[in-house]
């Protein structure tokens, strides 16, 4: 399936210029012209990639990318504006924003931004777990609970990527102890419950919702 990119632009003309290159380019296209619709479609339509005007109606696309980043959504966020003071700029990337294009700019210049950030968002993919607002980064070894880093030991990251890999699918106690501990572990089995509950007291630290669910007489689950 197409990749799908929100576009927020309250230039009409102009939003359906870029509308219709981006459509050629193969992506299917969201758009909204004011800052609150803008904002409700980046968190109800979940785009893989959002291109914002700073200047809009209702709201700025800078108040849309802090509000879209105090909640945890992480889409990459290109804003389009015709500010090109170096203090713009700054407050545009500490708002939460991955890039910047100045207006006015060539179409292939947005394409190849698009592009780019769409590459690295695949290649990010392959390397990271999600559910809900929980995030697992297998190379880096990094787990945030939305924004907050979350700082895990070798084995507690061992057992919620294994719960990772497949959410909402129940596993016995036996099941995780042969995959994460291994087929020779001599112990007692007792070592899952302990680290679920010291998965659940980092994971829940701030009053997040429980994801690791208890099956009773059977195992443990990731689900909401």
């Not at 003071?85 to 060539?106: H, M």
């Not at 297998?138 to 895990?152: D, K, P, S």
């Not at 497949?166 to 089995?189: A, N």
């Amino acid at each position: 399936m197409s990749a799908h990119i929100l576009l927020v632009e309250d230039e009409v003309k102009l939003a359906r210029f870029i509308e219709l290159e981006l459509t050629s380019e193969g992506y299917r296209i969201s758009v909204a012209h004011d800052g609150m619709a803008g904002l409700t479609l980046a968190r109800e339509s979940a785009p893989e990639l959002v291109i914002l005007d700073w200047m809009l109606p209702g709201m700025t696309g800078v108040e849309i990318c802090h509000r879209l980043r105090a909640t945890g959504i992480k889409v990459p966020v290109i804003l389009l504006t015709a500010k090109d003071e170096v203090g713009d700029r700054v407050a545009g990337l500490d708002a939460g924003a991955d890039d910047y294009v100045v207006k006015p700019f060539s179409i292939e210049e947005l394409l190849a931004r698009v592009r780019a950030h769409r590459r690295r968002t695949q290649e990010a993919d392959q390397n990271t777990l999600q559910f809900d607002d929980l995030s697992l980064n297998r190379r880096t070894r990094e787990v945030f609970r939305g924004q907050r880093a979350i700082e895990l030991t070798a084995k507690e990251f061992d057992l919620l990527e294994y719960l990772l890999n497949h959410p909402r699918q129940v596993y016995t106690r036996d099941q995780i102890l042969e995959s994460v501990w291994g087929y020779d572990f001599i112990g007692d089995s007792n070592i899952i419950e302990v680290y679920v509950r010291y998965l659940r007291l980092k994971l829940e630290e701030k009053g997040e919702k429980r994801l690791i669910q208890t099956i009773r007489r059977v195992g443990y689950v990731l689900r909401d």
